[in-house]
């Protein structure tokens, strides 16, 4: 399994990132894909996630309405859209796919997302 996250970088308060995630050697949509974050001196906390059985998505609190997870099945790419982002988004995007049997977890390796004037 590997993910290879694109997309971030430097935006102003209010602005909009698209982050992707693309995946091989897995098939993504049987996968529990989630985006998770990381700022300085924070632990890593979830952000997004899709329910591969369910298709069910849940998001933290704090990006509700801000934030959408969707996936292209096709492209075996997951998408984290962000608007309307703030200086406090500013972190450490990291893609997690979670599934298979025995189930594995794997991590891409992050993109930085940095929310300032």
């Known amino acids: 399994v590997q993910l290879v996250e694109s997309g971030g970088g430097l935006v102003q308060p209010g602005g909009s990132l698209r982050l992707s995630c693309a995946g091989s050697g897995f098939t993504s949509s049987r996968y529990r894909m989630s985006w998770y974050r990381q700022a300085p001196g924070k632990e890593r906390e979830l952000v997004a996630a899709?329910?591969?059985?369910?298709?069910?998505?849940n998001y933290a609190d704090s990006v509700k309405g801000r934030f959408t997870i969707s996936r292209d099945n096709a492209k075996n790419t997951v998408y984290l859209q962000m608007n309307s982002l703030k200086p406090e988004d500013t972190a450490v995007y990291y893609c997690?796919?979670?599934?298979?049997?025995?189930?594995?977890?794997?991590w891409g390796q992050g993109t930085q997302v940095t929310v300032s004037s």
């Open positions: 997690n796919a979670y599934g298979g049997w025995p189930p594995q977890e794997s």
């Open positions: 899709f329910s591969s059985a369910s298709g069910i998505t």
